[in-house]
């Protein structure tokens, strides 16, 4: 839902998204909306590990995420933080870096990262699709 919200310009787009994820999972939903705080109070991201967590499972990986969309607001250190931040790191910077694309589009996204992906006229192919798909209205 985070990806839905923000391609359509929400502004509100993490506050939605995690309150979505409430209504299927309260502890997920919580833990989103404690990370989203955590990120407003100015907490550092080595705080916010020892309260967050980052190990492999969604109750951790998720809000981990959101925390980090929320403080970093440059696309390439976000990137980076992410793929650094340890846990489940792929799927931090999957969730982040598809944040990014939906807000700024693919021009936000590191050159040479989308040089070096592999399929990648296959996968904007699919994309392109999903995003009609999505947007269109019936």
Known sequence: MLVHYAVRGRSDALTLAGKHAGLEDVTLGNKIR?????ANEGISLESALS?????V???QTVPLAFFLIHRIR????LLNTAAHVGGNTDTIALICGAYI????GKTALPGDLLDGLECRSEIESV?????ERCTTKP
């Open 51 to 55: 309260v967050i967590g980052n190990d």
């Open 74 to 77: 440059d696309a390439s250190a």
């Open 101 to 104: 694309g939906a807000v700024y």
């Open 127 to 131: 994309a392109a699709r999903l995003y």
């Open 34 to 38: 404690d990370a989203v705080r955590l």
């Open 57 to 59: 499972t969604v109750y």
